[in-house]
């Protein structure tokens, strides 16, 4: 595998952009119609593309995303130091907190946070 790009479906590019970009506290790499991918790592992108493209590609072959907005489709586990910073950092920009960060049997210390289309994200640190 040489690169990983995890692409969100999400019902407004722009304000899914700006929410991501603020949030990531980067630009993105790539922002044309129809996607915008921000670089993660050396490997690994994360990638947002609106709900009416994607349901032009997939076309009746599955329900339409849009069906499943604001439904928690997927969770993004991000491993960084200061998962608090990035929690407030949603928070501040319209996700709602779904779990307050606190220690896990996993290891981790975890927060949860969804953002402006129900995603889940998850912030993290080793104990």
Not at 7 to 34: A, T
Not at 43 to 52: N, Q, R, S
Not at 77 to 89: A, S
Request: proline share 6%.
């Amino acid at each position: 595998m040489n690169e990983v790009i995890i692409i969100l479906y999400v019902k407004d590019q722009k304000l899914s952009r700006d929410f991501y970009s603020n949030i990531l506290n980067s630009e993105p790499i790539l922002d044309v119609p129809g996607m915008t991918e921000f670089k993660i790592n050396d490997f690994t992108k994360l990638g947002i593309m609106p709900e009416v493209g994607i349901s032009k590609i997939l076309k009746d072959k599955t329900p339409n995303p849009s069906t499943g907005n604001g439904i928690p489709r997927c969770e993004i586990y991000l491993i960084l130091e200061n998962p608090d910073l990035y929690i407030k950092r949603c928070v501040d920009a319209g996700g709602k907190l779904v779990s307050e960060l606190s220690p896990r049997n996993w290891g981790d210390k975890v927060g949860y946070v969804s953002d402006l289309d129900g995603h889940i994200l998850a912030f993290a640190d080793k104990i």
